[in-house]
Nanobody, 124 residues
């Protein structure tokens, strides 16, 4: 079992930047990859980013590509999401997830462990 805890959310203005974190409760983490997802009010959960834990390979959802950057610190068992040029459509609860099995995926049902989520609100 892996416990994930998000932090760093809050209220920002459109155009601002924000970095959120996801810390796991053990080291070494022992997972293959981690992801960020988000759920906006009244919408389905949306894939945001993926990063493989050993190689650092990453990819992004279309709506955040070029604005968001995912990174990790293996020693701290922590994943980060740097969000730049935020807009009101980025308002959502952001959740991190971890996947034990090999293979890159954006599908939420292929991640075994989930954090509680953290609110990010962007005002116009």
């Amino acid at each position: 079992q892996v416990r994930l805890v998000e932090s760093g959310g809050g209220l920002v203005q459109a155009g601002d930047s924000l970095r959120i974190s996801c810390k796991a409760d053990r080291s070494p983490l022992g997972v293959f990859a981690m992801g960020w997802f988000r759920r906006a009010p009244g919408k389905e959960r949306e894939f945001v980013s993926y990063i493989s834990w050993s190689e650092g390979l990453s990819f992004y959802g279309d709506s955040v590509k070029g604005r968001f950057t995912v990174s990790k610190d293996n020693a701290k068992s922590t994943m980060y999401l740097q969000m730049n040029n935020l807009n009101v459509e980025d308002t959502a609860v952001y959740s991190c997830a971890a996947r034990r099995s090999r293979g890159a995926t954006w599908q939420e049902n292929e991640y075994e462990y989930w954090g509680q989520g953290i609110q990010v609100t962007v005002s116009s």
